[in-house]
Structure formats: C-alpha cells, structure tokens
C-alpha cells in the first residue's frame, strides 16, 4: 500500500525552530511537496523537494533522502502566523498522495 | 486575480439527492482535480483531469462523477450521496499533470444526514 508519516502534533515557542518529519511508502515517488494548511483555510503550496539535498526559501527549508524515503520542513524564527497544519504528499505519476497532517502549535 | 472557485461553500442536503459542486479555475490550466478532506485522514484524491474530455479515477472514486467539458470547468456530481460523503471537498488545478504545485479553491463543506 501506499502512505506517508509524519508527527501529528508538534509544539514549539515563537522566534525558535521546528522540524517536521515526514516518510514515505509509495509505488511512485516523482517529489515531496510540503503545504500549509490554516484553520479553515485551503492548503496552499510551500516547497517541492525532486532531488536528494535542502532546498531554501525564506524562513522554511525542506529536506528529501530518497534513499531513506525522508524528508522534512524545517521552519526558523517561527511567528505565531505559522499556527497551521503542515502535510507532506507525494507526487505519484499525476496523482499527489497525502500524510494525513501535522498540527503546528505556537507558544508565545 | 488568478484563483480557483469553489461553490457553494457550504452544503447540507439529505440521503438521495442529486446535488453537483462546480470548481472552475481562471489560470489556463490544463490539470485539475478533486480532493476529500476528512480529520485524521489528509487529503484523498477522488478524480483528476489531465485535459478537457480526460478524467481518471484517484483513491476515492466510488460514490462521484465528474465531467471535463471546458478547460476552466471541473464539476463534481453525487448522484445519490450518503452520510459517508459528509466532508470537506477542495477542487485543485495545475498547469499539468507534471507540475509540482497545485493551486486549492477555498473548499465546500458537505454535510448529507
């Protein structure tokens, strides 16, 4: 079958760092995107990893090991703003599959 | 403003009848797609669309239709809905099927009693 892990709950304090972790199981593996989903809200894209390596943007970096089927987010210098649910997913051929989600708790 | 559109946005219907959800998108993209949002579950793919008249079945396809009659247009259709299709639905669409980021609508909550 095919899924994907990750924590689904993480606390941390504002201004400090965050790791989310996320492995995965799937037939196909073409990338790991990461999303970010607010409170009612609709998810919206963060960061697309197709290669082994970090890739950077801004205060988020995201991380892929295909040979460990690993990846993760890694948020800096958090903001209470980034009080979110945070999913990995799979680009599958042309399907994305999806982790079923990690809450970001922010403590002022 | 380049978006995805979803409605209605909320929907409370009972057991049996027909009701369509319309999602259209103004990016020119060739890809779009249905997904269910339920807790504890992320989200599941229920079909996709690579380009007008091509649809194909994600993991959840049992219980809805779609059609792919214009490119800017992805309709979702429950011919007959259940209480178990109580979710959230998001429409998506990329510039295709290849491309890594999908742009979300802002959602429709359906409740079926």
């Known amino acids: 079958g095919q899924s994907l892990e990750q924590p689904s709950e993480v606390t941390a304090v504002e201004g400090a760092i965050v790791q989310i972790n996320c492995t995965y199981q799937?037939?196909?593996?073409?990338?790991l995107s990461w999303y970010q989903q607010h409170d009612g809200g609709a998810p919206t894209f963060l960061s697309y990893n197709a290669l082994d390596g970090l890739e950077e943007t801004g205060r988020f970096s995201s991380f892929l090991s295909r040979s460990d089927s690993y990846g993760y987010l890694l948020l800096q210098e958090l903001q209470m703003k980034d009080s979110a649910s945070y999913f990995c997913a799979v680009k599958d051929n042309y399907q994305l599959i999806w982790g079923a989600g990690t809450k970001l708790i922010i403590k002022p | 403003e380049a978006q995805v559109t979803q409605n209605p946005r909320y929907l409370i219907t009972v057991t049996g009848k027909k009701l369509t959800v319309t999602c259209s998108q103004n990016m020119n993209h060739e890809y779009m797609s249905w997904y269910r949002q339920d807790p504890g579950l992320g989200l599941r793919q229920i079909y996709y669309s690579m380009n007008v008249e091509v649809t194909d079945k994600g993991d959840v396809p049992e219980g809805y239709k779609v059609s792919r009659k214009e490119k800017r247009n992805f309709p979702l259709i429950l011919e007959s809905p259940s209480p178990n299709q109580t979710s959230l639905y998001f429409c998506?669409?990329?510039?295709?099927?290849?491309?890594?980021?999908?742009?979300f609508g802002p959602g429709t909550r359906l409740t079926v009693t």
């Open positions: 998506a669409s990329s510039f295709s099927g290849d491309s890594y980021e999908q742009y």
């Open positions: 799937t037939s196909g593996f073409y990338g």
